[in-house]
C-alpha cells in the first residue's frame, strides 16, 4: 500500500491486475523482463495525492499457492470485495476508486457493484463488456 503523508482522508485506489498470471506490479509470468505498469501507476496516483493498494492474484507473487482447479470468478470478485472493505474501515481514506485492466474490469464492475462504490476507471476493458455496460 502506498499512503501519501496528510493530516485529513485522501482518496484511495484499489488496483486489480489484468487477466494473465500477473503479480500486484504488472508484470506478467507469460511475458519476459518487467514493465512494472501496476507499479507506475501506484507511484503517479501518490505523486498525485492518491493513496493505492495493490495485490497479487491468488498463485502469483507473494500470494498463497492455490489449486487453480479451486478458483472460480466468484473467487476473484470476493477478493476485490474484501480489498474494498478493508479500504472503507480505515480512516485515512475518503472516496474509493477501483482501478481494473482488462478482463478484470468485469471483476471491477461487480465488486462496485456489491460494495456501493462510486468511482471505477476501467482500462484496456473488452469492448463487449463496455458495451453492455
Do not use: C, W
Not at 470478485?77 to 474490469?105: M, P, Q, T, Y
Amino acid at each position: 500500500m502506498e499512503v501519501p503523508k496528510s493530516f485529513h482522508p485522501i482518496d484511495v485506489a484499489l488496483i486489480i491486475a489484468g487477466s494473465d498470471p500477473t503479480d500486484r506490479d504488472g508484470n506478467s509470468l507469460m511475458l519476459p523482463g518487467k514493465n512494472n505498469s501496476l507499479k507506475m501507476i501506484a507511484g503517479l496516483l501518490y505523486g498525485n495525492n492518491i493513496a493505492s493498494l495493490r495485490y497479487d492474484k491468488r498463485g502469483i507473487g507473494a500470494s498463497d499457492t492455490v489449486n487453480e482447479s479451486d478458483l472460480t470468478f466468484d473467487t476473484y470478485i470476493n477478493d476485490a470485495v474484501e480489498g474494498v472493505k478493508f479500504l472503507k474501515n480505515d480512516k485515512r481514506f475518503s472516496k474509493i476508486i477501483i482501478i481494473g485492466l482488462s478482463e478484470r474490469s468485469l471483476i471491477l464492475m461487480i465488486a462496485a457493484q456489491r460494495t456501493d462504490i462510486e468511482s471505477i476507471f476501467l482500462y484496456a476493458a473488452p469492448e463487449n463488456l463496455l458495451m453492455s455496460y
